[in-house]
């Protein structure tokens, strides 16, 4: 790689000669937490705990990001530790080792060429479980094509359709235009959710949507694209887990109320989704965000 293309943000940082992109990411990649998580979508977690890699930096700005410790530095974070290709394989054969139901890859993108190098290594080491390709949905395409047959599982985001919403919140006008395209090059390559007899998944696309406050009404535009662009029978995870972080402006000061989520819950139902994961609203817990401190199970 010399200059970085990889994401729609498209800035060609020259990330092997010093240079940072605007994902934070530079010549390593860092990983503030490598375990098991249990608060994932119940296919993902299972009993036994998604093996959750969760990587440094982010392609993205959200106001509200609950990860921002790391979200924010994807260089020399003092929360993470450096991991190449080996080592990152290492870490995978890990989590497998320990029972994990997949190994769970966290806002992968900035560290697409290491996760390329990784896969293949860990399968021939052994791997066996699912990859989860657990991504904001800003993605280009051409980026996940070099992913075909490498990842089992996608867990997207489809945070906004409206560009005015999205550059408010995450600084990305063209946020829609990306995931849209993103989502249909994901069901191409791993198609509906298929679990084994336990109910684990094995393959497939599951789009997370986080119902924000105030926002009921995109929360609707969100539904109707995955409604009209994608088979009826997709997953969905409308997630209620939104909190706010302190000094944030209205309308983000505040959990969403239970009207709010029971509006976006009714309203995915009416358009005849029978796959959708709900969350209790106490969900909003600390618990969904784990310790970032450079923990390797
Ligand atoms: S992945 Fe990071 S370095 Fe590469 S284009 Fe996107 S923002 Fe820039």
């Not at 080491?125 to 051409?142: A, F, H, K, Q, S």
């Amino acid at each position: 790689m010399a200059r970085c293309f990889d994401c729609p943000v498209m800035c060609g940082a020259d990330r092997q000669n010093g240079e940072y992109g605007v994902c934070g990411a530079g010549e390593s990649a860092f990983i503030a937490r490598a375990a098991r998580h249990y608060y994932e979508e119940p296919p993902i977690s299972g009993t036994r705990g998604s093996g959750a890699v969760f990587f440094t930096g982010c392609n993205m700005r959200c106001v509200f990001c609950q990860n921002r410790e790391i979200s924010r530095d994807g260089g020399e974070s003092p929360f993470a530790f450096r991991a190449d290709a080996d080592k990152l394989a290492d870490i995978m054969l890990r989590l497998q080792d320990l029972g994990a139901h997949n190994v769970n890859l966290v806002t992968p993108t900035p560290h697409l060429r290491l996760i390329l190098d990784a896969i293949p290594k860990a399968r021939a080491r052994g791997l066996t479980v699912p990859i989860v390709y657990n991504t904001n949905g800003y993605e280009l395409t051409d980026s996940l094509r070099l992913l075909r047959g490498l990842v089992d599982i996608y867990l997207p985001d489809l945070k906004y359709v409206t560009p005015r919403l999205s550059l408010e919140y995450s600084g990305r006008a063209d946020y829609f235009e990306y995931a849209s395209e993103a989502l249909a090059e994901m069901q191409r390559q791993v198609g509906v959710l298929t679990t084994d007899c336990e109910g684990i998944a094995e393959r497939g696309l599951i789009v997370r949507h986080l119902v924000l406050p105030c926002a009921v009404d995109e929360t609707r535009r969100v539904l109707d694209h995955i409604r009209a662009a994608l088979p009826p029978e997709t997953y969905i995870s409308l997630m209620s887990q939104y909190t706010p972080i302190p000094g944030m402006k209205r309308p983000l000061d505040r959990r969403i109320t239970k009207a709010e989520y029971d509006r976006a819950v009714t309203y995915a139902a009416d358009l005849g989704f029978v796959n959708v994961f709900i969350q209790k609203r106490s969900s909003a817990e600390s618990a969904f965000t784990p310790a970032f401190d450079g923990t390797v199970e």
